[in-house]
């Protein structure tokens, strides 16, 4: 047997000629191109509430989505059984749902290795034993209950995966990845008088249970997530108006994946309904602003040795010193506008067709000094962690709420406020910043990212940023405010 017939063989149990049967069955009522995309994915988790260990669960899900592409028509459709009558029987709706004129041929499929791995894990966290999970999720439990007694209620997650994933195209192209997974979150109330704030903070990444030590440990989490809801119940009502405020670095980077990232995914773009569409080479954001999306920063929770259609990731840069340079693109919008794809085609499973997605997005450091840009600002806001939001991806219009702030005054950060929110747009904010710190972070690795009814794990991250003008809504009487 040829080498290529036992990786399909030994690796998934596929023979490679049946393969190039379900393929030419999705063909067979004519189209440009078909893949399948096989996926394996076994999970594991965890959820202790009031100390009690209230859920464990472990699960295997696998199936193939088989896709066909006519022009700018879609076919799709999946099986979760994967009987060869059953895989023929989706090739077969799918190819009727994207009937076209076009008829091409399937080539001898190859076996291709991901070039790279982003992440080498050295024992699968869906390997290891519930009991390490267990005592992961008692450690986060008992630090955030010990850190102050006013700490009510403690919730604390875990979960992991592992996914195996074939895609097969009709170009001869097989593409095979092994993507490891693992989140542990820690949710914290704590209560004061009859008054209740909330704080959460967890971590995870494309890594092993060997992640959560030192600075990754479940104490760190637990400590972090109590730590802000103490301060919540010493804040006062938040000033309302517009005002300077400067982002802090790391999870704040939401806001620049919501307000703008989504809005530079070339599916928007390709139908003309991003407020950034037809704006390649044009001025878009301030001259300090380079905003990449990059897959390949290793152990992240976006990051991929290949997208969900077998191209390799890459970072690409989507604004550079303030000139949008491009869109995230898969293979369906990349054909349609004669661009290159960047490796951003991505779906939740099997059950779901791919588009385009961010992956990890993020702005690049500058060179200020955050504590200069603190104490530039005379009267403003600091925000820390932001809560839930929304965006309009047709005008980048966002509301979103900031779950730990604080005021600045006179350069210096004091008193923390509750109830803020930041309203604006996100091309206007891109314009309106006017310092970049050179301290670059990422998120903690806990990101889902949600569009059309599927989510995927991402990453984001800015360095300290000042925005000079920015809406903040609040509920403090703006008689009685500094910022009046």
Not at 368 to 382: A, N
């Amino acid at each position: 047997m040829a080498q290529k017939d036992t990786f399909f063989a030994d690796t998934y149990g596929i023979a490679p000629g049946n393969l190039e049967q379900y393929l030419a069955a999705a063909l067979s009522d004519g189209g440009d191109y078909a893949d399948l995309y096989f996926e394996h994915t076994t999970t594991s988790s965890v959820m202790m509430d009031e100390s009690l260990v209230k859920s464990a669960s472990e699960g295997i899900s696998m199936g193939c989505g088989v896709r066909v592409l006519a022009g700018e028509q879609t076919g799709y459709a999946y099986t979760d059984d994967l009987e060869p009558a059953k895989i023929l029987k989706a090739a077969r709706i799918a190819a009727r749902i994207a009937s076209g004129p076009a008829r091409v041929s399937t080539v001898g499929l190859s076996a291709v290795e991901p070039p790279r791995n982003f992440y080498p894990v050295a024992s699968a966290p869906t390997d290891r034993g519930l009991e390490e999970k267990l005592n992961l999720v008692r450690r986060a439990d008992a630090a955030a209950r010990a850190y102050d007694p006013r700490i009510q209620q403690v919730r604390v997650s875990y979960g992991d995966q592992i996914r195996h994933v074939l895609i097969v195209g009709s170009d001869g192209r097989a593409v095979p990845d092994i993507q490891p997974l693992v989140r542990l979150s820690v949710f914290a109330i704590a209560r004061q008088n009859g008054s209740f704030h909330s704080g959460s903070y967890g971590g995870g990444g494309r890594v092993g249970l060997e992640f959560f030590a030192d600075d990754h440990s479940p104490e760190h989490y637990a400590r972090e997530a109590a730590r802000q809801a103490i301060v919540q119940l010493g804040a006062r009502e938040a000033p309302a108006g517009e005002m300077e405020v400067v982002l802090a670095p790391g999870w704040p980077g939401i806001l620049l994946h919501e307000a703008i990232g989504h809005g530079l995914e070339a599916d928007f773009n390709r139908k003309g309904i991003s407020a950034f569409s037809g704006r390649v080479g044009q001025r878009v954001a301030s001259e300090m602003c380079t905003v990449v999306d990059d897959g390949t920063v290793p152990a992240r929770r976006g990051s991929l040795n290949v997208d969900d259609e077998g191209a390799p990731t890459r970072q690409t840069v989507l604004i550079e010193s303030g000139i949008l340079r491009g869109y995230m693109q898969d293979k369906l919008s990349a054909g349609l506008t004669r661009a290159e794809r960047t490796g951003n085609g991505r779906r939740e499973s099997y059950e779901h067709i791919p588009m385009p997605r961010m992956t990890n997005t993020y702005m690049l450091a500058g060179q200020e000094d955050p504590q200069e840009i603190i104490r530039s600002v005379k009267r403003g806001l600091y925000a820390v962690y932001f809560g839930g939001g929304q965006v309009d991806i047709t005008n980048g219009k966002f509301v979103f709420s900031a779950s730990e702030a604080y005021v600045i005054e006179n350069g210096k950060i004091t008193a923390p406020v509750k109830g803020a929110t930041l309203i604006g747009d996100g091309p206007t904010v891109l314009t309106c910043v006017t310092a970049v710190g050179n301290d670059l972070r990422l998120d903690p690795g806990i990101g889902t990212c949600g569009k059309d009814g599927q989510s995927v794990p991402v990453g984001v991250g800015i360095p300290t940023i000042k925005v000079s003008q920015l809406t903040v809504g609040g509920t403090a009487p703006r008689a009685s405010s500094s910022f009046s």
